[in-house]
């Protein structure tokens, strides 16, 4: 193969490796439904073409070792991002996904509104004669009288009967003279009271007035580590995170101390009487912090 020939086989692979990356991005950016497997498998027997062939020709071998480079930085990539989307962990899809639930919630959210404002329909197609149904109406209304009329009929001879005389008899006799002898009254006796004086207590004999427990010292309780003891907690644990080659740019303050500090009452229910403290370990190649029970 001439250096011409070369120099042709070698542009046109180029041009081909310009098209299967703009192919990629189409595929992650959703337009594209399938991965691009044939074109790149043409590149590939092209590419072993050409390095059948090594020219002599100094500047026709660096671009050939560039678009090798090339292609071997972009397979990495591509391999990184294909294995993301079919994981489920790609940024488009979780981006895609969080829009199509924030408009579902918004859908649901709006027919409630819809359903709890819209005023009652009534169904056209539906034969309903209004002269029968308020006919129907009355006539209960004349039952439900009729039933109360009675009721309170029988109501007024009792009333009659606890506050006097009935309305068809004639009216009581005359009262009395004073000379006849008064209505004799039921006689109540009543609980007979004692004549001696209610012992008064003595507040300040401690025989009779029960003595109670002072509570502890706040200086006896124990509790956890102070602000200066959780920053210290927290500086050396991101420093072993970091030692480890672990992720610190998610580690946070307030979430570590609040995390420490909802364990501190567990604890002290299960020691009573010592403090508190925690510790950084290093336990199966991970950095933790654990608690340390002092007395």
């Known amino acids: 193969m001439t250096p011409k020939e070369f120099e042709i086989?070698?542009?046109?692979?180029?041009?081909?490796?310009?098209?299967?990356?703009?192919?990629?991005?189409?595929?992650?950016?959703?337009?594209?439904r399938i991965e691009p497997q044939i074109p790149r498998k043409q590149f590939d027997r092209t590419l072993h073409a050409l390095r059948k062939v090594q020219p002599r020709n100094t500047a026709l071998r660096f671009r050939f070792q560039t678009l090798i480079q090339r292609y071997t930085t972009l397979q990495t990539y591509w391999r990184r991002i294909g294995r993301q989307i079919e994981e489920g962990t790609y940024r488009r899809d979780l981006l895609r996904a969080r829009r199509r639930r924030e408009a579902a919630r918004a859908e649901r959210e709006q027919e409630r509104r819809r359903r709890s404002s819209?005023?009652?329909?009534?169904?056209?197609?539906?034969?309903?004669?209004?002269?029968?149904?308020?006919?129907?109406?009355?006539?209960r209304m004349d039952e439900l009288l009729k039933e109360a009329e009675p009721s309170s009929k029988a109501a007024t001879p009792d009333s009659q009967k606890t506050n006097g005389a009935p309305a068809d008899k004639p009216p009581a006799r005359a009262q009395p003279s004073a000379t006849s002898q008064p209505e004799q009254q039921p006689v109540r006796f009543g609980k007979p009271r004692s004549r001696r004086p209610a012992p008064t207590r003595d507040k300040s004999n401690s025989a009779i007035t029960p003595s109670r427990?002072?509570?502890p010292p706040i200086a006896a309780r124990s509790k956890g580590p102070g602000e200066a003891r959780m920053r210290q907690i927290y500086e050396s644990y991101v420093d072993a995170k970091r030692k480890n080659n672990e992720r610190t740019d998610r580690i946070d303050y307030e979430t570590i101390a609040k995390s420490l500090k909802k364990m501190v009452p567990k604890l002290d229910r299960k020691h009573k009487g010592k403090r508190i403290d925690f510790k950084v370990v290093v336990k199966d190649g991970k950095v933790g912090i654990k608690p340390v029970v002092k007395k």
């Open 9 to 32: 086989m070698l542009s046109d692979a180029e041009v081909q490796l310009s098209r299967i990356k703009h192919l990629y991005e189409q595929w992650f950016q959703g337009i594209e």
């Open 118 to 139: 819209s005023p009652l329909e009534l169904d056209p197609n539906d034969d309903a004669n209004m002269d029968e149904l308020i006919a129907d109406a009355s006539n």
């Open 213 to 215: 427990r002072a509570p």
